[in-house]
C-alpha cells in the first residue's frame, strides 16, 4: 500500500513562496508518475501540474508555468512543489497523487491510485 503524505502549507502573503513535499512510502517510487492538485471551496481538485518517472513535468496552465515548479527526487521518494508570486486566487488544499506504472501524466483525478491526506495553503493580500 502506497502512502502518500504532503507537507509545507500554511499561510502566506500575496506575492510570497511555498514549498510543498510529498514523501511516498511503500511503493516503486521511481515508477510513479506523481501530479499535484488542488482543490477550491466547492470544486472538484483541478490539475496543477505533474511528472512521470521520465522527468519533464508539465503544467495545467501557462500561467502557471512561470511561477510553480514541480521536481522528484527518486532517492528520497519525494515530489516537490515550488510555488512562487502566490496570489490569493491561489488558495486551496493542495493534494499529491500517484499512478503506478506510467510514463502518462494524466490531468484527471480518476486516474490516480494514490492520494495523500492534502495541505492547505491560503495566501492573504
Known amino acids: 500500500q502506497v502512502q502518500l503524505v504532503e507537507s509545507g502549507g500554511g499561510l502566506v502573503q500575496a506575492g510570497g513562496s511555498l514549498r510543498l513535499s510529498c514523501a511516498a512510502s511503500?511503493?516503486?517510487?521511481?515508477?510513479?508518475?506523481m501530479a499535484w492538485f488542488r482543490q477550491f471551496p466547492g470544486k472538484d481538485r483541478e490539475f496543477v501540474g505533474g511528472?512521470?518517472?521520465?522527468?519533464?513535468?508539465?503544467y495545467n496552465k501557462d500561467s502557471l508555468k512561470g511561477r510553480f515548479t514541480i521536481s522528484r527526487d527518486n532517492a528520497k521518494n519525494t515530489v516537490s512543489l515550488q510555488m512562487n508570486s502566490l496570489i490569493p486566487e491561489g488558495t486551496a488544499i493542495y493534494y499529491c497523487a500517484a499512478r503506478s506504472s506510467s510514463v502518462v501524466v494524466y490531468r484527471v483525478q480518476s486516474e490516480y491510485d494514490y492520494w495523500g491526506q492534502g495541505t492547505q495553503v491560503t495566501v492573504s493580500s
Open positions: 511503500g511503493g516503486t517510487f521511481s515508477r510513479y508518475t
Open positions: 511528472i512521470s518517472w521520465l522527468g519533464g513535468p508539465i
